[in-house]
């Protein structure tokens, strides 16, 4: 009888030590959060009993630490995204606007017709430059819309890049250039959206007509279910590209911006792209420049109009 109460006297004690031990556990768990979010440290909570119920609650409060810290880093990155746009922003149309309102006062001032016609030429220019941006800023915003989706069906997009190269022919020739071509002489039928895909191959040709140097070259790949363009070209040595940062909204090669591009071209490429359930990645290697766009195939609509295996061709655009 005496050990079986000194046993329970034992088993009440133990039990009693193991509750203040566990409160106090709780205690300092409690201290511990109360810490990290005063003075909004970067620690995680540690225990020292070694209970699974309590290692599980641990685990948790870690859980939720490390996935809150994670919010306020995507936040930070927003924000800072958010006050460089606004910057670019203002920037890009605060200089044609000054010029504008110049151009515009000189023009007032001008005795001269043929000076004050000069005057409003380039005062319309920068109100080009101006409605461009705006526009590009608004087509930009719509396609990172969700819900806002393109009407795809077979396209042939050797035929609509052919037809996009010959609407800039006097731009090549303005610069003494022709593009390199190595194009299947079959069609090549893709899931695409007609208006997108001249808007992709526009943006990508004005890409190259801003920054490129040397010829450019135009190649198709075929793959499993896919078609890829690459287009190639050289840069100068003074544009540093930045291969990660290319389809970034504003991004420019410019530092100095005094080129007239609004740095959203080849961001709405990619969501385009997107759109067509496609993609478009950028390779940088040196003063080497590839952008290759990858489209879904229709193999219903290649297979209908094929009439025979399919040939290429390299040649200059004449």
């Known amino acids: 009888m005496i050990i079986a109460i000194i046993l329970l006297s034992a088993a009440l004690i133990a039990q009693t030590l193991y509750m203040l031990i566990y409160r106090n556990q709780i205690k300092d768990i409690g201290n511990q959060l109360s810490f990290i979010s005063e003075h909004q440290s970067f620690k995680f909570i540690h225990m020292h009993m070694r209970n699974k119920e309590m290692y599980q609650l641990v685990q948790s409060c870690n859980h939720l630490l490390r996935s809150q810290r994670e919010l306020n880093q995507k936040f930070i990155q927003k924000n800072e995204e958010v006050n460089t746009t606004i910057v670019s922003l203002s920037h890009d149309i605060r200089t044609p606007l000054t010029s504008l309102g110049g151009y515009l006062q000189l023009a007032e001032r001008a005795e001269d017709c043929e000076e004050k016609s000069s005057y409003i030429h380039l005062a319309l220019t920068r109100m080009k430059q101006i409605t461009s941006l705006v ?25 609509m890049l052919h037809k996009r190269l010959f609407s800039v022919i006097d731009e090549f020739s303005r610069l003494g250039k022709e593009p390199d071509m190595y194009l299947p002489e079959s069609p090549v039928y893709i899931f695409g959206n007609a208006k997108a895909l001249e808007r992709v191959f526009e943006n990508i040709l004005s890409n190259y007509f801003l920054h490129g140097n040397g010829n450019l070259c135009i190649r198709y790949e075929d793959k499993l279910g896919e078609a890829t363009l690459h287009f190639t070209n050289q840069v100068g040595e003074n544009h540093n590209i930045e291969g990660d940062k290319v389809f970034t909204r504003f991004y420019k090669v410019d530092p100095s ?47 209908e109009h094929s009439t025979g295996t399919t040939s290429y061709t390299g040649h200059r655009r004449r």
């Open 135 to 159: 526009d590009e800023l608004f087509y930009y915003t719509k396609l990172q819309n969700r819900q806002y989706a393109l009407e795809l069906e077979a396209l042939d997009v050797i035929d």
């Open 257 to 303: 911006r005094t080129l007239h591009s609004t740095g959203l071209g080849l961001s709405i490429v990619q969501s385009l792209m997107e759109k067509m359930n496609g993609n478009a990645k950028v390779q940088v290697d040196g003063n080497l420049f590839c952008l290759s766009a990858t489209f879904k195939k229709n193999g219903g609509a290649e297979h």
